[in-house]
């Protein structure tokens, strides 16, 4: 997770606490979606609506949006410097962000998700979140990378395929203990 400190509408914890709780309905409500190993679009939308459920009262007062797969900047393409991982011309759509539509007045918080990456990849990822914060023409206050679990507690995963049952198991049952 990273911060910009300057100008908060939401305090950073009160996101970050919605953030948990929205993370453990996700597991708690929608396991099908785990033991299918759904698409992570799938996984990020669940977890939008409920993320957007506990920051209800601020997005309200403040009239933001939660939006997933969001490609503008105002009304022009979000651009970025293109990523080594990838060709293209660094057009970008973070998976989820809850900002100010048409403007950047007040965006709160984008997250990039990845169920299955490489370690470059992620740093790529991270360091375009990263490149999100703070004085620059998007200005979000908090950037959160949500990596693969399986890999964070060092158990081995393709980067490719599916996540093995047992994964899933052990997964589910640390969140519980949560």
Not at 29 to 56: C, I, N, P, T
Not at 90 to 100: E, M, Q, Y
Not at 156 to 165: L, N, T
Request: proline share 4%; net charge neutral; hydrophobic share 40%.
């Amino acid at each position: 997770m990273y911060s910009m400190a300057n100008h908060r509408a939401v305090e950073v914890d009160t996101v970050l606490e919605a953030m948990s709780v929205a993370l453990k309905e996700l597991v708690g409500r929608d396991r099908a979606l785990l033991s299918l190993q759904a698409h992570e679009l799938a996984l990020v939308h669940r977890f939008g609506v409920y993320l957007e459920s506990r920051l209800g009262p601020e997005i309200t007062r403040l009239g933001l949006s939660v939006d997933l797969d969001y490609d503008r900047h105002g009304d022009l393409p979000k651009l970025l410097p293109p990523r080594p991982d990838r060709e293209g011309q660094g057009r970008f759509r973070p998976d989820l962000i809850v900002h100010s539509r048409q403007d950047d007045t007040c965006n709160l918080l984008v997250v990039e998700w990845k169920k299955n990456a490489d370690e470059l990849t992620l740093q790529c990822l991270e360091e375009r979140v990263r490149s999100l914060l703070g004085p620059n023409c998007y200005s979000y206050q908090i950037g959160v990378l949500i990596r693969a679990w399986a890999k964070d507690q060092g158990i081995a995963v393709s980067d490719r395929g599916r996540i093995p049952a047992s994964v899933l198991e052990r997964y589910l049952a640390a969140a519980k203990r949560r």
